[in-house]
């Protein structure tokens, strides 16, 4: 296929899986657009570009151009105020319950240990189930390399991935009561429904009130929940149940404070971590989804 040849159906056709790609690298929607915008005018300016498979061209296009944009932007979240925390994504969310399931806040925060080449060829070969040979033709790597790198991936992630899934049934059960625990002040009930060692990341990008760092703790996330963060703030901000990166979370709307999303990690039919996103900036394309 030359270059001439790209037009939008023949992109638009492999648009899914190439933001899937792009999203699961990068964290974020609107930058994931963006890295697909590049590769479309990339595609259409390679005159010389042999295409025979248009999926694998535009691939290699895309992962290199997260793990450029990955590289770029470690020195901005080093400074970045406060934890930061991947964009959240509204449904519909139309892809299969396999890749569905490393769509969720808790996988995409658990990427975030592997440097950019391992975040590529973990995700290709773990996700997308992409051959060894055509892996290390997208990140330039030999085969041998690229099995290397893949297995220091999974070694790194190994602690900490979930063993077991939780249904989408019992996750919204667990949501719902965490939010009712919240609402009534029920303390006893939320330590109930957290894990002794749960972990709540805050994420407001210097733009919105959060926790400066994360709380460590069933009894101090439950305090924090309950008596800095308040009661009556929870009743005020109506908090509904919505799909957030394929999982039931929680968005709070508070009419002075702005909103929130509460995504959760839960194993056992109690909450492990808890990931709160305040930061205007990475909620604006949510709310448009939901709204």
Same mark, same amino acid.
């Given at each position: 296929?030359?270059?001439?040849?790209?037009?939008? =159906?023949?992109?638009?056709?492999?648009?899914?899986?190439?933001?899937?790609?792009?999203?699961?690298?990068?964290?974020?929607?609107?930058?994931?657009?963006?890295?697909?915008?590049?590769?479309?005018?990339?595609?259409?300016?390679?005159?010389?570009?042999?295409?025979?498979?248009?999926? @694998?061209?535009?691939?290699?296009?895309?992962?290199?151009?997260?793990?450029?944009?990955?590289?770029?932007?470690?020195?901005?979240?080093?400074?970045? =105020?406060?934890?930061?925390?991947?964009?959240?994504? @509204?449904?519909?969310?139309?892809?299969?319950?396999?890749?569905?399931?490393?769509?969720?806040?808790?996988?995409?925060?658990?990427?975030?240990?592997?440097?950019?080449?391992?975040?590529?060829?973990?995700?290709?070969?773990?996700?997308?189930?992409?051959?060894?040979?055509?892996?290390?033709?997208?990140?330039?790597?030999? =085969?041998?390399?690229?099995?290397?790198?893949?297995?220091?991936?999974?070694?790194?992630?190994?602690?900490?991935?979930?063993?077991?899934?939780?249904?989408?049934?019992?996750?919204?059960?667990?949501?719902?009561?965490?939010?009712?625990?919240?609402?009534?002040?029920?303390?006893?009930?939320?330590?109930?429904?957290?894990?002794?060692?749960?972990?709540?990341?805050?994420?407001?990008?210097?733009?919105?009130?959060?926790?400066?760092?994360?709380? %460590?703790?069933?009894?101090?996330?439950?305090?924090?929940? %309950?008596?800095?963060?308040?009661? @009556?703030?929870?009743?005020?901000?109506?908090?509904?149940?919505?799909?957030?990166?394929?999982?039931?979370?929680?968005?709070?709307?508070?009419?002075?404070?702005?909103?929130?999303?509460?995504?959760?990690?839960?194993?056992?039919?109690? %909450?492990?971590?808890?990931?709160?996103?305040?930061?205007?900036?990475?909620?604006?394309?949510?709310?448009?989804?939901?709204?």
């Amino acid at each position: 296929m030359a270059a001439t040849e790209w037009d939008g =159906p023949t992109f638009e056709a492999h648009r899914p899986l190439l933001f899937s790609i792009a999203y699961r690298m990068l964290g974020s929607a609107s930058e994931a657009e963006d890295v697909l915008q590049d590769a479309w005018l990339r595609a259409r300016q390679d005159e010389h570009a042999d295409i025979r498979s248009p999926r @694998a061209y535009l691939t290699t296009i895309v992962t290199r151009l997260c793990i450029d944009h990955l590289r770029s932007a470690e020195r901005t979240r080093m400074v970045y =105020p406060g934890p930061w925390l991947p964009e959240p994504l @509204a449904e519909p969310n139309q892809e299969s319950a396999e890749l569905a399931s490393s769509m969720t806040t808790a996988f995409l925060v658990l990427l975030e240990q592997l440097a950019p080449i391992e975040r590529a060829v973990f995700l290709l070969r773990e996700v997308f189930d992409l051959g060894f040979d055509e892996i290390a033709r997208t990140v330039d790597k030999s =085969p041998a390399n690229t099995r290397q790198i893949l297995t220091r991936a999974r070694r790194r992630l190994r602690e900490s991935r979930p063993r077991f899934a939780v249904s989408r049934r019992d996750s919204e059960a667990v949501v719902r009561r965490f939010r009712d625990a919240c609402v009534t002040g029920n303390l006893q009930e939320l330590m109930a429904v957290l894990h002794t060692d749960a972990e709540l990341v805050a994420d407001g990008g210097g733009k919105a009130l959060a926790a400066p760092r994360p709380v %460590i703790g069933a009894d101090r996330i439950a305090e924090f929940v %309950i008596h800095l963060v308040g009661k @009556a703030r929870w009743m005020e901000s109506a908090p509904e149940i919505v799909m957030i990166n394929g999982a039931p979370g929680l968005l709070l709307s508070h009419p002075s404070l702005g909103n929130s999303t509460y995504s959760f990690d839960i194993a056992d039919d109690r %909450i492990r971590a808890i990931y709160v996103v305040r930061n205007p900036d990475k909620l604006r394309g949510f709310l448009e989804r939901v709204h």
